[in-house]
T-cell receptor
């Protein structure tokens, strides 16, 4: 069974700062890793996904994530955050031909 | 653009009453899911379906039933609502072509309060 862990429940930064949201997973086989964003009162929306190839994947709105097999990680980064990036971010993992598992989420607060 | 709609968007129910949450997707997706989200927590899978007229149990199916009468529609039924079922419920769809790992598209959620 796959598991996904997001070690930071809350992250607070100032507008213009860079941010990294951490995600670690446990699974030994081939997996898909993805990030979703949830704005307050809304459903989750897809940000980006990795399966193979270049370990750095680009998503919408300047987000990118880097896969590391050695660290079992898939951290999400943004070089310069905007107040509108304030949301809850969910990391997710799914094995090939298996269901998706979501982490507990990281609440990002961007202060002006 | 992919679209998943849910109704109602919010509901107040009484303990012991029956509640039906509805979900409709226009994505032509095979998979549909019902998740529950409790304040400050992630998503937990209740039921899912990969084809009409068939449903499967997720991680927390107790106290819930599901119905998939067509590819587009997926309902979650609480036969005897309880206080512990107060939560936000999300429907999602995925799997154009029937793959688990495809991107999931979520509805806006239904906020259920059981009194």
């Amino acid at each position: 069974t796959q598991t996904v862990s997001q070690s930071d429940a809350h992250v607070t930064v100032f507008e213009g700062d860079s941010v990294e949201l951490r995600c670690n997973y446990s699974y030994g086989g081939s997996i898909y890793l993805s990030w979703y964003i949830q704005h307050h009162g809304r459903g989750l929306q897809f940000l980006l996904k990795y399966y193979s190839g270049n370990p750095v994947v680009q998503g919408v709105n300047g987000f990118e994530a880097e896969f590391s097999k050695s660290d079992s990680s898939f951290h999400l980064r943004k070089a310069s955050v905007h107040w509108s990036d304030s949301a809850v971010y969910f990391c997710a993992v799914s094995a090939v031909n298996n269901r998706i598992f979501f982490g507990d989420g990281t609440q990002l607060v961007v202060k002006p | 653009e992919a679209a998943v709609t849910q109704s109602p968007r919010s509901k107040v129910a009484v303990t012991g009453g029956k509640v039906t949450l509805s979900c409709h997707q226009t994505n032509n997706h095979d998979y549909m899911y019902w998740y529950r989200q409790d304040t400050g927590h992630g998503l937990r899978l209740i039921h899912y379906s990969y084809v009409a007229d068939s449903t499967e149990k997720g991680d927390i199916p107790d106290g819930y039933k599901a119905s998939r009468p067509s590819q587009e529609n997926f309902s979650l039924i609480l036969e005897l609502a309880s206080l512990s079922q107060t939560a936000v419920y999300f429907c999602a769809s995925s799997g154009l072509g029937g793959r688990w790992q495809d991107t999931q598209y979520f509805g806006p959620g239904t906020r259920l309060l059981v009194l």
